[in-house]
C-alpha cells in the first residue's frame, strides 16, 4: 500500500503513515494489452466492474504483488488486476485512489506478511474492504504469506486463508478461488460463453459445449 507526505483522513481508523510513495521507476509489471474499458463490449457481469482482482500489499511486498499479478494475467482467463503502483491515478488521493479500486474490482486479494500487518495504509485497505461488503461470499480472499496462523488477522478469523507456504507460494489456490468468487456474481448477469468456458476448465469442470 502507498505511502504519502499527504495527511490522512481525520478519521481514527484511517491511517497516519508520513512517508514517501514507491518510485515509480520500481514497477516491473506492464499494463494489461487490453484495457479495461476496451476489453469487451459484452452487457456481461464481468465487464460491469474495471478489475477482476485489486491486490493489496505493503510497499515492501511489492515484488510478490507483481509476481501474482503476472500469474493471474497470464492465466487462461486474462484476469485483470489493479496493481496500486501500476494502475493507480497519477496525482490521485490516496484515501480516494484506495476505495476506487476496491469498488472498481469483482474480487480483492489480501496479500497478508509481516509488511501487511505493519502498514497502516493495508489495515486500512482491509477494513474498508470488510465494511463495503462484509458477507462477501468469498471476494475477499486472503493470502497468508510468512507468518504463522497465529498472527492471521483477527478481523478475518471468519474467513479461511490461502496459505502462501507452497512451493508456487498459493498463487494457483487464489485463481481458483478469484474463478469461484466470479462464477457466484453470476446470478447477478450474462458471462459471455469463452469466458464461462473459462472459469469451467480453470476449475475442472467440462467446459461449455
Not at 501474482?68 to 484515501?95: H, K, N
Not at 474463478?179 to 469466458?195: F, I, N, P, V, Y
Amino acid at each position: 500500500m502507498p505511502d504519502s507526505s499527504e495527511s490522512a483522513p481525520s478519521d481514527a481508523s484511517q491511517p497516519t503513515s508520513q512517508d514517501s510513495p514507491i518510485p515509480p521507476s520500481h514497477s516491473s509489471v506492464t499494463s494489461p494489452s487490453l484495457p479495461p474499458s476496451q476489453a469487451s463490449d459484452s452487457g456481461s457481469i464481468r465487464w460491469s466492474k474495471d478489475y477482476d482482482v485489486c491486490v493489496c500489499h505493503s510497499e515492501e511486498d511489492l515484488v510478490a504483488a507483481q509476481d501474482l499479478v503476472s500469474y493471474l494475467e497470464g492465466s487462461t482467463a486474462r484476469l485483470r488486476c489493479f496493481l496500486q503502483l501500476r494502475d493507480a491515478t497519477p496525482g490521485g488521493a490516496i484515501v480516494s485512489e484506495l476505495c476506487q479500486a476496491l469498488s472498481s474490482s469483482h474480487c480483492r486479494v489480501l496479500l497478508i506478511t509481516p509488511g501487511f500487518l505493519q502498514d497502516p495504509w493495508c489495515k486500512y485497505q482491509m477494513l474498508q474492504a470488510l465494511t463495503d461488503a462484509p458477507g462477501a461470499e468469498g471476494r475477499t480472499i486472503p493470502l497468508l504469506s510468512g507468518l504463522s496462523r497465529a498472527a492471521y488477522p483477527p478481523e478475518l478469523r471468519f474467513m479461511y486463508y490461502v496459505d502462501g507456504r507452497g512451493p508456487d507460494g498459493g498463487f494457483h489456490q487464489v485463481k481458483e478461488a478469484v474463478m469461484r468468487c466470479k462464477l457466484l456474481q453470476e446470478g447477478e448477469g450474462e458471462w459471455d460463453s469463452a469466458t464461462v468456458s473459462d472459469l469451467l476448465w480453470l476449475l475442472g469442470d467440462s467446459p461449455v459445449a
